[in-house]
């Protein structure tokens, strides 16, 4: 048999490291038979981790929200996320720290007693939307389905619970889009399957305030507004400003700020995508070249 090429991507389980096709976990883990878990999703473009630390900051503290904890530092979490790369040989990795519940002892149920799990994992990097894609812009839907209400499932705690955005990737590809945004309970809109959204009108961008994981690509536009001349509101997005916004864009990890220029099937703007979010495009892409917010992998 062939050994597996690390280039698939490398897991750490159970305090080793492993090709990636062949990492297991236990089938009795809370994390995967009750969605108890918590994760972050790192990324590392061109040999470098971009925002390493605030990743595992915000997985600290999505762990301590869960009431969680690993006997693991930060720095032990990093170096482990940066060995998963290193031994993977990639130089754009999408890179997964995740911590379990883990194993009820026979015959309970009581969270309090499971010892909790860190499961890590690098892998080549995924696109919601390849460069190609967004050259042309990304075709989004407004879906009918309602992301699952902040007051049951806080989603500032990164979750498993991915149910209603799963349905609303079907939702988007029946109606011939490549995404679709999930709204709130008003009918706000919320975010959608691993994204958040903005809307340009004129010099003002707005995102969603609530119901929302707050995403570091989200951060750093927010981050990267003022110094472009931009002014930020984080409030409430009703769905018919989709329809008057010069211009829509999302943003995720994977695949940075990404333009929409259609919604339910009709272009934005002249259907391109616009000037402000090319602009904040290449200055998020600009800062993986600043040395504040890389950390490089290889020597
Ligand atoms: C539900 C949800 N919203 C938004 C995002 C975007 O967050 P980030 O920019 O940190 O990738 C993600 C990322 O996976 C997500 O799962």
Redesign the pocket.
Known sequence: MSEPDPAEGIAWIDGAFVPLPEARIPILDRGFVRSDATYD?AHVRRGCFFRLDDHIDRFLESMAGLRMSLGLTRQEIADILIECVRRSRLRDAYVQMTCTRGVPPQGTRDPRLCTNRFYAFAQPFVWIATPEIQAQGVSLVISDIQRIPPEAVD?RI?NFHWLD?TMGIFDAYDRGALVSVLVDGSGNLT??????IFVVKGRSLVTPDRG??E????RTVLELAGPLGLDVRCRPLARAELDAADEIFI????GGVMPVTKVDNQPIGDGRPGARTCALSDAYWALHSNDDYIHAVYS
């Open positions: 999703v989603p990164k955005l975010e959608g399957a691993g994204f958040n929302v994981f995403g570091m690509t989200r943003t995720s990890t994977a």
